[in-house]
């Protein structure tokens, strides 16, 4: 998986730097989601105190320190987490503020031609789809599956691509199926960003 950064970052009165009272600002600010299930990485600092210094923990779940300002949250349950960050100030350790993420069930990745993952598809839609793409519905993160092979098979022939897109064997193999005639796409492998490859199910198409 791509890692998207949730930055953290607060603003507050360190030994007379800063006057204004606690800020929370979170960029980008549309991404304020943890999922259930994934490592959800999140970039904390303090304006003002060493990374060394600071530290986090969060309502639900676990937050995981993994290098000087990188964590890792997982939560475990939907609804709301909260984040409260904390930083050694003079000796002593200081509530620095907090902030709320919305937090999801991860969705299951599913294969997609067209945006269509099944079902009565006409040819020229079928034809004009550039291949295979693995969907996960709703998910505001850059997760990427990279489609390595999938299979096309009609009543009597199958041909296979080795990666996310149609070949033109394949695409032949669409165009002379009739209508009423399945079009079946089947034996799909994608790769995530750790290397390792999944499959995922078949898809079976009409043609109308």
Known sequence: MKKIFVILIILKSVSGIFTQPPQVAVSPVKMNVLYIGIDNPLVIAVSGVPAEKV????????????????????????????????AEIDGQQQNMGSMEFRVKILNVPVPT???????????KTLMGAEGVVI????FLFDMRYTVTQFDVETEHFRMRS????????QKMLINRAEV???????????????????DFPDMVFTIE
């Open 180 to 198: 009423g005639e399945k079009v079946y796409i089947s034996n799909i492998k994608a790769r995530i960003a750790d290397g390792s490859v999944k």
């Open 113 to 123: 031609i067209a945006g269509r993952t099944s079902g009565v598809i006409e040819k």
């Open 55 to 86: 530290s986090a923990v969060i309502s639900q779940g676990t937050l995981e320190k993994v290098s000087e300002s990188e964590y890792i949250a997982k939560p475990r349950t939907p609804g709301t987490a909260t984040v409260e960050v904390f």
């Open 162 to 169: 080795n990666s996310a897109s149609f070949t033109n064997e």
């Open 135 to 138: 969907d996960i519905k709703d």
